[in-house]
C-alpha cells in the first residue's frame, strides 16, 4: 500500500507509515531536502553539486592538501585516502558503531573497508567503506550516506591553483531531526582531528 505526497508540483511514492514513523518522517524530510537542492538548480546554476550540498547543509568545513597526484582520478585519491586511514580513527569508528547503534543509526563499519577496491571496477551507487559513491567524475566523487537522522556527504575533488595540484575535501551534513544535531555536537570534535589525519597520512605515503 503506498501514499502520495505532494511537493511543489512534485509526487513522490513511499510506503505507507506505521504509525508513529520516524523514519517515515525523515524519508519526507530528505525528499524536502532533495527537493530543495534540485530547485536550486535554476537558482543557482552556477554552482556544484557539493556547493549545493552546502548552502543547505546545517554543518560544513573544508581541508585543502597539496598533492602531486599526477593520473590519479579523485576516486584513486578517495581510496587511497581511506585505506590509509590512521588505527585509532578506525577504533574510533568501532566506539561509534556500537554506541549509536543502540539509538538507532546503523552500523557502518571501517572507513578503511576499502583495501582493494579497484576504481575501474567502482560505479555510482557502491558501496566505498561506510559511504555509498553518489557521484562520478575524473575530478570529483561524492560519497554519502543517509539515516533517519541526517545525511552526510563528503566531496574528494582536485583541483590546479598557483601552479600546484590540490585535493579539497568537503564534508557537509544535514540534520533531519533533534536526534541529529545532538549527534553531530558529540561527533563534531572527533571529527576535526579525522579529516586533516588522514589527509597527513595521504600526503606522507606520497612522500614516501
Known amino acids: 500500500m503506498v501514499m502520495l505526497f505532494g511537493c511543489k508540483g512534485k509526487i513522490y511514492f513511499t510506503q505507507k507509515p506505521h504509525i508513529n514513523s520516524y523514519l517515515h518522517i525523515a524519508r519526507i524530510t530528505e525528499l524536502l531536502y532533495l527537493d530543495r537542492i534540485n530547485q536550486s538548480m535554476d537558482e543557482h546554476s552556477e554552482l556544484s553539486i557539493n556547493d549545493k550540498y552546502i548552502l543547505y547543509s546545517d554543518f560544513h568545513d573544508q581541508h585543502e592538501l597539496e598533492l602531486n597526484y599526477g593520473s590519479m582520478s579523485a576516486l584513486d585519491i578517495y581510496l587511497k585516502m581511506a585505506s590509509l586511514t590512521p588505527e585509532w580513527v578506525d577504533f574510533l569508528m568501532l566506539l561509534r558503531n556500537k554506541f549509536f547503534s543502540l539509538f538507532g543509526l546503523k552500523n557502518l563499519g571501517a572507513l578503511n573497508n576499502v583495501k582493494g577496491l579497484q576504481s575501474n571496477l567502482v560505479?555510482?551507487?557502491?558501496?566505498?567503506?561506510?559511504?555509498?559513491?553518489?557521484?562520478?567524475?575524473?575530478?570529483?566523487?561524492?560519497?554519502?550516506?543517509?539515516?533517519?537522522?541526517?545525511?552526510?556527504?563528503?566531496?574528494?575533488?582536485?583541483?590546479?591553483?598557483?601552479?600546484?595540484?590540490?585535493?579539497?575535501?568537503?564534508?557537509?551534513?544535514?540534520?533531519?531531526?533533534?536526534?541529529?544535531?545532538?549527534?553531530?555536537?558529540?561527533?563534531?570534535?572527533?571529527?576535526?582531528?579525522?579529516?586533516?589525519a588522514m589527509l597527513s597520512a595521504l600526503a606522507s605515503d606520497f612522500v614516501d
Not at 567524475?137 to 582536485?158: G, R
Open 123 to 196: 560505479k555510482k551507487g557502491d558501496r566505498l567503506g561506510i559511504f555509498i559513491l553518489t557521484y562520478l567524475t575524473d575530478n570529483e566523487v561524492i560519497l554519502s550516506d543517509t539515516d533517519k537522522h541526517l545525511q552526510v556527504n563528503l566531496s574528494v575533488k582536485k583541483i590546479y591553483a598557483n601552479g600546484k595540484n590540490r585535493v579539497v575535501i568537503t564534508t557537509t551534513v544535514k540534520n533531519y531531526n533533534k536526534f541529529g544535531q545532538l549527534y553531530m555536537v558529540l561527533v563534531k570534535p572527533a571529527h576535526k582531528l579525522i579529516v586533516p
